[in-house]
């Protein structure tokens, strides 16, 4: 199946830093997702991506889909507390998404 | 407008029994699919329903049996219950068999088995 690799597997965020994450999948994707999820919530999607090279912003949050097509990055500007959490990228295929691990995000005490 | 509801939110069962876990799309919404995560996974895809039938399955075995009613609710059912199916079971809902992007998930149901 496909294998979707996401890193780092964990940051520490201190408020006002940018910070970047990324995934890597063993096969095509004609479509990116990335996903946020909070304690006790289901997924939620931040940015969708259509078409290889295409760079996406929302708010604060900019992905770009990887030139290969194998590839995405996910980067926050300027955190805050709220950033914290689980991001997620997905790929969609036959009826199904298939998820990576994720990234914890959590504020730098 | 309503979102995805799941119900109930936690379950706690013990190894060998059965448990059926329920869904509402979100208004408008005819597909539901269903979702198991692991601690720390991401989640991994179970079945998708339309129309009433299972339209595709991921790598479960046959324990994971589920049903969609005329009014696009769903149910997710589980027999013979393993340690290892404590998971956050997460219900997805979008329009039309297939449609992938566009899917809005519920806050899921813990389960835990003892």
């Known amino acids: 199946g496909q294998q979707l690799n996401q890193s780092p597997q964990s940051m520490f965020i201190q408020e006002g830093e940018d910070v970047s994450m990324n995934c890597t999948s063993s096969?095509?994707?004609?479509?990116w997702l990335w996903y946020k999820q909070d304690p006790g919530e289901g997924p939620v999607l931040l940015i969708a991506?259509?078409?290889?090279?295409e760079l996406t912003s929302n708010g604060r949050l900019t992905a770009q889909f990887g030139i290969t097509r194998k590839d995405s990055f996910l980067n926050i500007s300027a955190s805050i507390p709220s950033d914290v959490g689980i991001y997620f990228c997905?790929?969609?295929?036959?009826?199904?998404?298939?998820f990576g691990a994720g990234t914890t995000v959590t504020v730098r005490a | 407008d309503a979102g995805v509801t799941q119900s109930p939110t936690h379950l706690i069962k013990t190894r060998g029994q059965q448990v059926t876990l329920r869904c509402s799309p979100k208004?408008?919404?005819?597909?539901v699919s269903w979702y198991q995560q692991a601690l720390g996974q991401g989640p991994q895809f179970i079945f998708q329903?339309?129309?009433?039938?299972?339209?595709q399955r991921g790598n479960f075995p046959d324990r994971f049996s589920g049903h969609q009613f005329p009014n696009y609710s769903s149910e997710l059912n589980v027999n013979a219950l393993l340690l290892g199916d404590s998971a956050l079971y997460l219900c997805?809902?979008?329009?039309?068999?297939?449609?992938?992007?566009?899917?809005?998930f519920g806050p899921g149901t813990r389960l835990t088995v003892l």
């Open positions: 096969s095509i994707f004609n479509t």
């Open positions: 991506l259509y078409k290889a090279g």
């Open positions: 997805a809902s979008s329009l039309g068999a297939g449609s992938t992007d566009t899917q809005y």
């Open positions: 208004s408008g919404h005819d597909t």
């Open positions: 997905a790929g969609p295929g036959d009826y199904k998404l298939s």
């Open positions: 329903y339309y129309e009433e039938e299972e339209r």
